[in-house]
């Protein structure tokens, strides 16, 4: 961290509640987090945000990368409606107007590159390293999958890949995780914070080992989540208090940043 800990808790502090006047799903802990791993490279590159409705994470991602001095971050996001994600945006076809606007009036418009298509799409043409990259747009099992094969091979060793809504009922971030991050020899440390789960990748798989019981540990609490919500079942009645239980048994509770840190520092050391 580029300063002391309590300067950058009451600048997290102030994005946070700035950021709880755009409409959006994120709750404060996981504004927090996202400020913190914005806020601190843990690798060299650029900041995808995969998906960004009104702008809230991406009001949150800029700021913040600003605050590590960087220039720019990217968003993509096709700004279509309706969106199963998305709260109902009664007789509008778009996001697009509330986005701009919230930015524009945040200033933080200049800082962001935004892409007004489909992920993959970008995908296409995208040619630069990722240090952070931010999954929050299609929470289908394929379109989350798909979201993380294209941008994998442009991770930095030591970037951060965050999904969101890993912890609610969607398909496509708790299988991903569970079986592309959490089981990969490619990922070390990891986690949640509330639906968010994240993990740092490494390029050289040595640089995992020590990390492989904590997250199988991980991969057994998360993986009971799946058979809820694979297929896109919808869950009611009983069944939904079942996954409710089952979730309480995941870990999902706000990080301490020097712990994070700590945990995330120097990715290429032994």
Known sequence: MNCPPDEFQRFSAGIVSEACEIEGYLSPDEMRFLSLIAAVPRASGEVLEIGSFKGRSTFILASCARFAGQEKIHAVDPLIAPAETDPDLGTEDSSERDFFANLELRGVAEFVAFHKELSHELAE?????????????????EGTKRDLDCFRPFLSDGAIVAIHDALHEFEGGIRVFAEDILLSRSFGACGFVGSIAWSQYRSDSLQTRHFIGEKLALYKKASRLIPYVAFGRRLEGFEKKKYKLVRSRVPHGAVDPEEWLALTANPGAA
């Open 125 to 141: 043409h995208w040619d630069s390293p990722i240090r952070l990259l931010w999954i929050d747009g299609d929470h289908t099992y």
